[in-house]
């Protein structure tokens, strides 16, 4: 019972069902992180994602050539513009710092869902 209740906290396997069911063919997950702790996302989420702000000491990666899974902040700002979805997932203590980024450059900001201390943002309406 109580491994059942903890599980959000340490898992992105509800994130990921969320994210299956709402990608279409061309949607993009990007995750802002270190790999080890949304390294669930491997396991669950049916397709590869983007990592973002990766803390230098993370030695842990999900591709053969790391700069193709890699992004910087400018590219993900630039993919949220594209018309293609794009699905952000931020710990809770980022939510701030996104919040205002996206309404300072976007004028709208879309929270689509939480799972756990994570927050899932789109750029789809």
């Not at 790391?66 to 949220?80: Q, Y």
């Amino acid at each position: 019972d109580g491994v059942a209740r903890m599980a959000p906290h340490f898992s992105l396997a509800n994130a990921s069902r969320f994210l299956n069911e709402r990608l279409g063919d061309k949607g993009e997950v990007v995750y802002e992180g270190a790999l080890h702790q949304g390294s669930s996302l491997v396991f669950y989420l049916n397709r590869k994602f983007l990592l973002l702000n990766r803390p230098t000491d993370d030695d842990s990666f999900v591709d053969s050539y790391p700069n193709r899974s890699v992004l910087n902040e400018d590219a993900v700002l630039e993919k949220w513009a594209a018309p293609d979805g794009v699905y952000l997932i931020i710990r809770q203590t980022r939510l701030g710092y996104w919040q205002k980024l996206l309404t300072e450059r976007f004028h709208i900001y879309h929270q689509v869902t939480t799972c756990g201390p994570y927050i899932i943002l789109s750029n789809q309406l």
